[in-house]
C-alpha cells in the first residue's frame, strides 16, 4: 500500500509537469515553421510544413495526441531532424548521468569531511576556513566558474582539455563546476547538522559510558546527523541535471542539458517537452529513493511508515 501511495502521488506530479511544459514552449517566442523555413519562404510553404507538423491544431487536440503518445511509450520524433526522440535521449543521457554522479562523488567526498572539521573544530581556523571556502564556493555561478576553470586547468596549466568529450579527463572540468556549488551546501549543512546532534541526551551519555570520542562521533552523532544531509544530496542530485545545461552548453558536453538548450534554440517542440520529463522523473525517483535510504539511516523512521 505504501508503494501504490507514491506512486499514485508521482502521477499528479508528472502529468503538471507535461502541462506547464507544453505551455511554455508555446508561449516562447519564435516559430518553428519559421526557424526551419526561413523569413523569406511563400505563405502556402509555410501552411504546408505547420500542417504535417500538427502545428495548425488547437494546443488542447495537441496535448491530448501528445499524452496519447506518451502513454503508448512513443516521445514522437524531432520537429529538425525527424529522428527518434527517445533515441536522441538514449544517446545523450548517459553522458549527464555520468557527469552528474561524478559531480555528486566530488562534492559528497569534500563536502561531507569539510563539514564534520568545521563541527569538531567550532570557533577555530578549520572552522572559520571551511566556513569561507563554503561561501566562496556558493557564490560562484556556473556560467562564471566554468570559463575560469577553464582557463586556468586549460589555457593556463595545460592539464585538462579546454572542452568536447574527447581526450583524457575531458569530463573533470565540467564535473568541478557542478560539484563546488553542491560542496558548498554539503559543508554547511553537515556543519549545522553535526552541532545540532553533538548537544543531543543521547551523545552526552555515550560519552558518559566511557566511549571513545572517534566511536561517538562516527557510531552515534555522525549517523544522526546524516539525515538532513541525505535529503539535500537526494534533491540535489536532480538539480545537478538542471544545472547540467549550463555547463554542458559552456564545455560542449553533448548531454541532455545540450540537447535541451539546442532543442529551445531550434524550437523544436517535441524534444524540449521530452528533456524537461526526464528531468521532471529523475527528480521523483530520486526524492523517492531518498525516502527508502531513510528508513536505512534512523530505524525510527521505519517505524512510523
Not at 525516502?291 to 539511516?297: L, Q
Request: proline share 6%; aromatic share 6%.
Amino acid at each position: 500500500m505504501p508503494l501504490l501511495k507514491r506512486v499514485a502521488g508521482i502521477i499528479p506530479t508528472v502529468f503538471g509537469v507535461l502541462l506547464l511544459t507544453f505551455l511554455l514552449v508555446h508561449l516562447v517566442p519564435g516559430d518553428p515553421v519559421e526557424v526551419m523555413l526561413g523569413e523569406s519562404a511563400s505563405g502556402a510553404d509555410r501552411m504546408a510544413l505547420r500542417a504535417e507538423l500538427g502545428l495548425d491544431r488547437p494546443l488542447p487536440v495537441q496535448f491530448s495526441h501528445y499524452l496519447g503518445r506518451l502513454a503508448q511509450g512513443d516521445f514522437g520524433h524531432s520537429i529538425h531532424t525527424h529522428a527518434p526522440i527517445a533515441g536522441l535521449l538514449a544517446e545523450r543521457l548517459p553522458a549527464t548521468a555520468r557527469l552528474a554522479v561524478l559531480s555528486l562523488l566530488m562534492a559528497v567526498s569534500i563536502g561531507v569531511p569539510l563539514g564534520i572539521v568545521a563541527a569538531l573544530r567550532r570557533a577555530r581556523w578549520p572552522d572559520r576556513l571551511a566556513t569561507l571556502t563554503a561561501l566562496t564556493l556558493s557564490a560562484m555561478p556556473h556560467f562564471w566558474l566554468g570559463p575560469l576553470l577553464m582557463l586556468v586547468f586549460a589555457l593556463w596549466l595545460g592539464w585538462l582539455p579546454v572542452s568536447g568529450m574527447e581526450g583524457q579527463g575531458a569530463i573533470l572540468l565540467p564535473a568541478m563546476t557542478l560539484a563546488c556549488g553542491l560542496t558548498a551546501i554539503l559543508t554547511r549543512m553537515t556543519r549545522a547538522s553535526l552541532l545540532e546532534v553533538l548537544n543531543e541526551d543521547f551523545v552526552r551519555t555515550a560519552r558518559a559510558k566511557g566511549l571513545p570520542e572517534r566511536s561517538v562521533i562516527l557510531r552515534h552523532a555522525l549517523r544522526a546527523a546524516l539525515l538532513p544531509v541525505v535529503t539535500v544530496i537526494g534533491l540535489q542530485l536532480g538539480s545537478l541535471l538542471a544545472g547540467a545545461v549550463i555547463t554542458e552548453t559552456v564545455f560542449g558536453w553533448d548531454g541532455i542539458g545540450r540537447l535541451l538548450v539546442e532543442s529551445i534554440e531550434k524550437r523544436d517542440y517535441p524534444v524540449t517537452q521530452a528533456c524537461v520529463l526526464v528531468i521532471a522523473l529523475v527528480y521523483v525517483m530520486v526524492n523517492q529513493l531518498t525516502d527508502a535510504v531513510y528508513s536505512r539511516i534512523d530505524p525510527r523512521i521505519r517505524l512510523t511508515t
